[in-house]
């Protein structure tokens, strides 16, 4: 590892780790009641993935089709029921062997969800009749109470109809997050977005209407065509909606999306101006009154923290538990989905296996995390937090220090001007250029068998 070169500012985008290109079958498929038996089940979060959109955007590689003939939302939900029901039998079972052992003298942990997502895809595809039952599934079946714990929903433009969100509130939604990526319609063209300005504000409109107390709104920077001046004409729109939460999100081109078969993609000069532009974003949300609290993130000081959406980053924590074909569970020992790809053709296939799947009590993907990992795990959410990490909560769990587990990383970290020097003692915090650069820090905290398990994973 170099001590004085600096990668890339954009290697990768770290919102999992380890990433699913590292998950391989399981070839033991260890079933879900062992894999929770001895997991705290006390704050769980839940993720529901709905894998349709009505179009797909020319940057995307989430695990989605555009989409959904001969009732396959139907069918995708009747699977969905399914799963989520295999799993609550899987919690429960573990459940009551825990409380066999706390009568014993040992500790048991009822099962209780602290928070809930419905995220793909466009879970706003569905109508409002299959919204209602999306909830359903999550209250009756899994027994998450989405009028009592933060409910983040993912939508767009063109799904963000009244009917639909007025279920969403009745039903306990506190964050609703659009993906506008732009207000100009050049360049929403540009990233294969078809979309107006009209549609955006009509949508947002409504979503404001709603009255779900928690709107953010998805911006990108780095399209092709965009300059410093269309960037802040996207951002002074987003703002006059007074949203409580903004993303930022620099431009990604990669294998088999629309805009990587165009061959679109940069070099340094991208880089710069991505860079370029991410400052000027940030400054100017900044001088506006919102806090950073990643890199990506951006939020009013004012909101009430119980509507807040988590911490980017934070909904990657042990203890989660996720439905559908394109979500991930994590327990402290196992990481586990189903598999992934992002060519169309593949998507329709793991979708139409898992529509027609009986038997969800095992786990058929995923990747082990040993000691290392997990320390890699927590050292890279928290840090690339604008808070920082305290040193003192990572040596209670792991019994050692940071810069006793990763000294070079950290050196190589401090030598590129990445670490805060001003932060208080026992606070590992990054400084404003290394949160800038947390899309080349992220990464380098992968472990190398992660990196060769990434290396070697044959995209489809």
């Known amino acids: 590892m170099s001590t004085t070169l600096a990668p890339r500012p954009y290697e990768s985008y ?61 069918r ?71 009028r009592a714990v933060p409910l983040s929903v ?57 009255r779900i107390p928690v709107l953010n709104i998805d911006l990108i920077y780095g399209i092709d065509g965009q300059t410093e001046a269309s960037w802040r004409h996207s951002l002074d729109a987003a703002l006059a909606w007074r949203p409580e939460e903004l993303y930022l999100y620099p431009l990604y081109v990669r294998p088999l999306t629309g805009l990587g078969r165009l061959g679109a993609g940069g070099d340094s000069a991208w880089d710069d101006q991505r860079l370029r532009l991410y400052r000027q974003g940030r400054d100017h949300l900044l001088a506006h009154g919102y806090e950073q609290m990643s890199m990506r993130m951006f939020r009013r000081p004012d909101i009430p923290f119980q509507d807040a959406g988590p911490d980017d980053y934070a909904c990657q924590t042990d203890g989660m538990i996720g439905l559908g ?78 810069a006793e587990d990763f000294p070079a990383e950290l050196a190589w970290f401090a030598a590129l001007g990445w670490l805060d020097e001003s932060a208080p003692t026992g606070l590992l915090r990054l400084s404003p250029e290394g949160l800038a650069h947390s899309d080349a820090l992220g990464p380098a905290l992968f472990s190398p068998a992660v990196r060769a398990s990434m290396a070697a994973y044959e995209r489809k």
Request: charged content about 30%; hydrophobic content about 40%.
């Open 14 to 74: 770290v919102y999992a780790y380890p990433h699913k290109t590292a998950y391989r079958p399981l070839e033991d498929r260890p079933a879900l009641r062992g894999l929770w038996a001895g997991e705290r089940k006390d704050a769980l979060s839940l993720y529901l993935h709905i894998p349709f959109c009505e179009v797909r955007c020319g940057f995307c590689n989430l695990f989605t089709r555009i989409g959904a003939p001969d009732e396959l939302t139907t």
């Open 76 to 146: 995708y939900l009747d699977a969905l029921d399914r799963q989520a029901t295999a799993v609550r039998d899987a919690l429960a079972e573990a459940e009551a062997e825990a409380e066999a052992e706390a009568e014993a003298g040992a500790d048991a942990d009822a099962v209780r969800f602290a928070a809930a997502a419905f995220g793909g895809g466009t879970p706003t595809y569905l109508d409002a009749d299959e919204l209602d039952r999306l909830c359903d599934i999550a209250e009756k079946r899994m027994g998450a109470d989405l």
């Open 154 to 210: 993912e939508t767009s433009p063109a799904t963000a109809t009244a009917e639909r969100l007025a279920v969403l509130a009745e039903r306990g939604a506190t964050r609703l997050s659009i993906g506008v990526q732009s207000f100009v319609d050049a360049e929403a063209k540009a990233a294969v977005r078809p979309q107006r300005r009209a549609e955006v504000e009509a949508a947002l409109g409504r979503v404001r209407d709603a």
């Open 325 to 402: 074909c394109g979500a991930r569970s994590y327990t402290s020992a196992l990481h586990y989905s189903f598999d992934y790809a992002v060519d169309m053709r593949e998507i329709r296939t793991i979708i139409d296996t898992y529509t027609t799947t009986e038997d969800f009590s095992r786990a058929e993907v995923g990747r082990r995390i040993d000691d290392g990992e997990a320390r890699r795990r927590h050292l890279l959410q928290s840090l690339l937090q604008a808070g920082g990490m305290a040193e003192a909560d990572y040596r209670e769990r792991f019994g050692s220090g940071p």
